[in-house]
Structures are given as C-alpha cells and as structure tokens.
C-alpha cells in the first residue's frame, strides 16, 4: 500500500491508495477516525455492492452501520439529495463523532461531502473513491459541493477529509467510457505540473487503457501528491495558487452547464476545455503549436473529446464562463500553460479571443 | 468607537461597538474587505427600514447592491429560504468578493451567515446586528447554520466574518421582550466567565432595562470581548472550551424544539435553561444554592421566565438532548457551573438527575 499524506496541520490527513485490499478499509477508518463508533455509507445505485461491502468490513470493526443511496448520476448532486442526506442523518441520531463515508464518484463524494461539511457544523469524513475520476481529482483537496441550476458546485463548503481509501479494484468495473474520462484530469496533471508525468502517460497508453494495475496505482498516486503539494500551499483557493487545478475547467464547466448536467462525463468536458485553454494561450503568444498538439494527440489515444459541441452558442457559453468563481468583478481568467508542466493564471483576457477560440473548438 | 478584535490568524476580525453612527458602516465594510465592490444586504421583515440605510450607505461608498428580504421569525431559517438567497445570489451574479451583509437578528445572521458560507464555497461576511441577542452572541464566534424539523442548526458550517457592525441606536426600536431575551445571553456571561459583570448587571437593572447607552454598550463590548476570548482559543468547538458558552443551552435547545421554533424566544429559552443547569450542579453537589438563587432574581428582574412549561413532557425533552451537538455516543453531557464566573463540561451525567430537574422545574 502506497500513502499519499496530505499535510494541512490540524486537518491533515492520509491517501492511502492500494490494489485488491477490500478488508483494508475498516482498519484504515479506525486509524482516521478513532473515536467515531458509528457510520453512515452513502452511495449510489451503481455502486450498491461496493456500499454493502464497505459496510460489512467497518460493522466487522465495530462500528454502528447504515447505507443510504442516492440515484446515480449528477441530477443527484442538489440541494433535495442533501436534505435527504440531513434527514437521514437525524433519523439515526447522528452526533459529531458519526463517521460518513462516501462510497462512489465524484458526484457521491461532492454531495455527501458536502453533508458530512455542514449536518452538525461538521462530521468526520472517510472518502472511497470508485471511479478514476474521483480517486485522482473530487476526493482530494476538500471541495465538497452541491450544483444550482444557474451553476456547477455553487453551493459548497472547503471541508477536510479524515480520509481517503482508495483501491484500484474498483476500476474492474467501471464503465470504460468513465475511465477514459477520469484520464483526462491524468493528462492534465502532467501539463500543469509534470511533464515526465505527461511522458508516462504518451509512453504507456496501451497498459493504461489495459487498467494494468501497476501503471493505474503510479498514475493515481502521483496525481494525488501532485494535487495535495497544490492544496497544501493553498487549502481555500485563495493565493491564485490552487486555481493551476483549474486548468480547462472554465471552458469545461460552460459545456457542462449548457450542455446540460449529464451530456458529457467532467473529463470529456475538461478534455475539450484544455484543448481551448491551449488554443487560448496560442492565440495570447504564450506557448507555440508544440504543446497543443501533443495534448490533442495524448487526448485522443485516451478516446476523449477535443472539440465542443456546434451547437453551443457562443454568446450563452461566455454568459456561463463570466459567472465562473474565477471571474472577478465579470473579467475572465484563465489558467494558461507556459510550458507543458507549468501554467499561469493569466487575468483580464480579451473577450474577443476566447469567441476566437470558442468558435474554432465547434468546428 | 470601541473595537473588540478578535484574533484568529487569517481570519482574524474586528467588531465595532458604537452608538449612532448610520453612516459608519460604509467606511467600516470599506476597511474590512477592500476588494469588495457588490454587495447584496440581507434582512427580515421587521428591519426593512434597516436594511435600506444600509444599503444606502454602501452605495454611497462605491458598492453596488441589492437587497433581499425573509419574512420575519425563526420559521424563516431553513434550507428553503437559503434556496431562495442562493437563487438571489445566482441572479446578481455573484462572484467570490462579493459582500453579504447580514442586517437583523440571530435568524438573519445565521441563515444570511450559511448562505455566506456555502455560497461559492464562501463569500466575504459583514453582520450587522440589530438586536441584543444577535449582538453579544450570534453574530461574534462564526456559527452559522439553519434548522432541521429534528433539531436546531442542524445544518451549519463555522464561517467566520469579515467583520461585525454594532450599533446600539438598532436597539431603540427593538420590542421590549426581545431587548430582554436578550439580556439573558449577558447574563450567561456574568455566570460563566465574569462575576464582575454578573455585580454590574445586579447593579444596574434599571439603567439597562432602561437602554442607557453607556450601560447599554458596556455590557455589548463586554461580552464581545468575553465571547472573542473564548472562540480565539476554540474556534470550532474542539478543545471542549468553546462549549462553555452553551451554558444553559441543552435544556434551552430542548424547550425550543419541543415547544416548536418561536413558542419562546431564543434567551427566554436560555433564561429557563441557565436556572435547570444551576438546579443540576447543585443536586450534583457541585454548588451551594446560593448561585442558583442570585441567578434566578437577576432573571426575575429582567422579566425572564425561570421555569419550563409543564406541558413538555420529560420523556420528550430528554429525547432532544440525546440528539444534541454537545452529546457524544447518546451520553447527556452539560456544561455546569462550579461558581459564579466559572463552569465545567460534565461528561455522563446520570439521566435520573436530569429527570429530576426537569420534573422540578416544570412546577
């Protein structure tokens, strides 16, 4: 077992990442969480056997135990899940010591995250991540969060983990186009902060699309100490630091939210959106075609999108990009690579070049 | 001008206590986030008037705003009304600087000050409080958070503010009954922390009941200062020291839930609370009758109420404080005093004893 630890003082907390160890987690939550006797799993209908198994090895550790599900998919990551979520937890009369454990995605772990964030002003949190995505990316770093309908995560809290189990196992059942999805945040590990890490990834992408458990576990743990050395240094996003893990977001959670929640998995979506953030940072004279093309060539042996959908409005998509957390005062800013394993948070780009941009990724 | 600051490391914050002073805050919310420049001003129904002044007072230095207005009462705090900010929030498209400003009383502060919070993982916070409760208590320390059908806040997070605005001259149109309730937080203070102020607030019924100012902004900067020193050493309700401050609130909470939010206003609830929790120290041998007694004629003469109803059934109210935030794993577990300006967490108290209590003080 490799563990990644995330240093943040008093909510520090350990990643454990492993393969094949399905009696792991129950001694894993006992050492986060010592004094917690009593636990809720939550997931959702796609991953009810992974909830009754993580379930059946904490009550083998003592814990008090109950599951509740949520129907899969993103329409679940809203405020009436949430209030579910609260509803549930007062039936069980939980106190501040019950443990939740979110068991699942990331949109599992952002709502249930998000509960463990404010039931009680806060409830320990054990994170087991199933899907790629969410093991490099949603169950790192304390976003937790809920969508509004005029935005993604729009409600939410920054809130710690206890911690985060994760067992590549998982991944023998997930669908492929969701592994494909979860390489995308992979890839943009490397072209933000690593560029032997983008290497890896050109020169195995045969073993990667295998699920080799080997190359799955280094990719996974380097994605996550490339996240946490990020969120140690800036745990609320507020030194600009943190926003590197932006890189394509801005573009990506415009075609999420007008594409609508569900058309594309969040990796096709941020696939497509560094593709235009590198596109952007041509068009600004900060990188040459080199590193566009590499990660469109990178990008497309994953089988992921690099190209938006014609028939988003460009007018609807900038609409969307301006109300970003990113934005200040309605100026956009983006994340821009320098060089492949460096980028910039570049402020107060012309409206004009993003239409530029956005109109050549529809093509 | 009296500042009380309040040391928190980065989210370190200052709270003004002034008397007459409408066009202060704009400066203040000026001083305190200097990146702001939208705002939207948050309040009830009964301080309409309020909450346009200090809207115009913002707009004259520089902010634009909006205001969004919950009916009055303690039935407005709740995860639909938090909708309806989130909405409002959604409109205006607001960006990570922009101001919410809480004008009211604890139901403004602690719904406006959760919307705050959870809003984009977390916009800049001003209070301005407007009664006495919300000035020495909930709009200092950075608990937020609305009710649950089973409980009171909760759903919370610990946010704190930018800063807080205190001006006594929102207390001149404040009912009777609620200045009152009020008093009862003061008194809290007196018998927790500072006997000092307990002799000053035996000494001064009169001025106090009558709304001298100098009186009147002794005792508010007093128990800021009080409150700060305490939520400086336990932000989060960790270390057990913060928890001083729910003296009297186990049973306060149970009143409230059990005679449904609003029956009682918050520090009339509190008042009944402080007078079971010196009954139980005292049948705990941990005090004469002495402190119960100065305490009960200190309530007495500012006309709060010093018994529970005797229509809440024991069976019922017990049931509630299994569920409360202080309960670890079911056990009853009370903050008590040893004496007259100081008190004790008391871990497993027999349920027998507050049984007993409960029974004497619903005669």
Known sequence: MHTVRVNLGPRA????????????????????????????VIGDTNVESH??????????????TDTSLVPAGESSKNLFSAAFLFDKLADMTADRQTLVVAVGGGVVGDLAGFVAATY?????????PTTLLAMVDSSVGGKTGVNHPKGKNLI?????PAGVWIDTAFLTTLP???????????VKYGVILDHELFAFLEANVA????RDPTAVRHIVARSCR??????????????GLRAVLNYGHTFAH??????????????????????????????????????GDRQAKLLEAFGLPTTAKPEWGVDTLLDVMRRDKKAEAGKLRFVLPSRLGHVELVGDVPERVVREVLAECQR
């Open 254 to 291: 415009a075609f999420e939210t007008v594409g609508g929640y569900g058309a594309w998995l969040h990796g096709e979506a941020v696939a497509a959106g560094m593709v235009c953030a590198a596109k952007l940072a041509e068009r600004l004279g900060r990188v040459g075609p080199e590193l």
């Open 51 to 64: 909830v009754q198994r993580v379930r059946e090895q904490l009550a083998a550790n003592g814990f008090r």
């Open 226 to 239: 490339l996240k946490a050395d990020v969120v140690e240094q800036d745990e609320r996003e507020e030194t």
């Open 13 to 40: 907390y350990d990643i454990a990442v492993t393969s094949n160890d399905p009696s792991g987690v129950g001694p894993f939550a006992c050492r986060c969480v010592p004094k917690s006797t009593a636990a809720i």
């Open 120 to 128: 009680n002003r806060g409830l320990p949190l054990l994170m087991v």
């Open 176 to 186: 492929d186009r969701e592994y494909r999805s979860g390489l995308a945040e992979v």
């Open 207 to 210: 073993p990667i699309l295998a």
């Open 156 to 160: 939410g809290a920054f809130y710690q």
